[in-house]
């Protein structure tokens, strides 16, 4: 069983940037890979960016590149999400997400954290 928490949401302006953190409880980190989801008022959750569990590899939502960083520190059992550039598109309740790389689906999930963008 994994427990996520994810922190780091806020109000910023566009333009700003946030660090957006989810940490583990997991016994060893590093046996899973890592996602970030989002999901805007009205809409379904969508995929923004993932990671493998030695961060050899990352993958992005085309709406996001450039902008976005995933990245993770297994010793740490914490992954994270640099966001710059916000765009009022942006808002949304951010989610990541674990699964055991022979799997398809990811199978724990995090409670969510709120990330507003403001003109």
């Known amino acids: 069983q994994v427990r996520l928490v994810e922190s780091g949401g806020g109000l910023v302006q566009a333009g700003g940037s946030l660090r957006l953190s989810c940490a583990a409880s997991?016994?060893?980190?590093?046996?899973?890979?890592m996602g970030w989801f989002r999901q805007a008022p009205g809409k379904e959750r969508e995929f923004v960016a993932r990671i493998t569990w030695n961060a050899g590899i990352t993958y992005y939502a085309d709406s996001v590149k450039g902008r976005f960083t995933i990245s993770r520190d297994n010793a740490k059992k914490t992954v994270y999400l640099q966001i710059n550039s916000l765009k009022l598109e942006d808002t949304a309740v951010y989610y990541c997400?674990?699964?055991?790389?022979?799997?398809?689906?990811?199978?724990?999930w995090g409670q969510g954290t709120q990330v507003t963008v403001s003109s």
């Open positions: 997400a674990a699964k055991v790389p022979t799997m398809s689906e990811y199978d724990y």
């Open positions: 997991a016994r060893t980190l590093s046996s899973y890979h």
